[in-house]
């Protein structure tokens, strides 16, 4: 597609209960990476895709936290056992290569609020 | 910790006047800036960078200047218009992939 597609556009979901984010990136960028922005805070970086090589894990902030990419497609962000400090817009974006020099292009994001 | 800061959360300009949004590092093995806008409802889009190697850069009618000593920098809008009204983030890189976004400012231009 011509941009970065995010599903759904928003989430509610009772506390302690899975929810599953996904992410179509633009067809051929091999970089894909998911942040969130919790209210009145920054983005947050949690996992970055190059490839086909191992993901960078860092900014997951609990094992709760979990995402797969198939190849250079489609990455879903799972979230088990949701709490309701994990409420947050949830942005995915992609490039063309893992050194950034125009920037990412981001999703519309995915608004979860966990109740 | 917050790495990257944008102190100011809100700012109110005048149309055709000069805004001017800014940001503080603490890395100071940071190496690449860019800014971003985003409108409600919809993702960040990137707007203009800066390598740490140059102390501004110019695109249209936006620039961002970087001044290394201080870790700080600023995106001027000149002239600015109703449609800049937005949220700006600021975001810095180290050697490496990940990003640091600062909480943004929300800027808007009033006709």
């Known amino acids: 597609g011509a941009g970065v597609s995010q599903s759904p556009s928003n989430k509610v979901t009772e506390k302690g209960k899975d929810v599953e984010l996904r992410c179509d990136p633009i067809?051929?960028?091999?970089?894909l990476y998911w942040y969130r922005q919790r209210l009145g805070q920054g983005l947050e970086f949690l996992i970055y895709f190059q490839g086909n090589s191992a993901p960078d894990k860092s900014g997951l902030p609990s094992d709760r936290f979990s995402a797969e990419r198939t190849g250079e497609s489609v990455s879903t962000l799972t979230i088990q056992r949701t709490q309701q400090e994990d409420s947050a817009v949830y942005l995915c974006?992609?490039?063309?290569?893992?050194?950034?020099?125009?920037?990412?292009?981001f999703g519309s994001g995915t608004r979860l609020t966990v109740v | 910790d917050q790495q990257v800061k944008q102190n100011s959360p809100s700012l109110s300009v005048q149309e055709g006047r000069i805004s001017i949004l800014n940001c503080d590092y603490t890395n100071s093995m940071f190496d690449y800036f860019l800014w971003y806008k985003k409108y409600p409802a919809e993702g960040p889009t990137f707007l203009i960078s800066i390598s740490s190697i140059k102390d501004k850069n110019e695109d249209g009618r936006f620039t961002v200047f970087l001044n290394k000593s201080a870790k700080h920098l600023s995106l001027h809008i000149v002239p600015s218009q109703p449609g800049d009204s937005a949220v700006y983030f600021c975001?810095?890189?180290?050697?490496?992939?990940?990003?640091?976004f600062g909480t943004g400012t929300s800027l808007t231009v009033i006709p």
């Open positions: 974006a992609s490039s063309l290569a893992p050194v950034i020099t125009y920037g990412y292009t």
């Open positions: 975001a810095a890189r180290p050697t490496g992939n990940q990003f640091y």
């Open positions: 067809s051929g960028h091999t970089a």
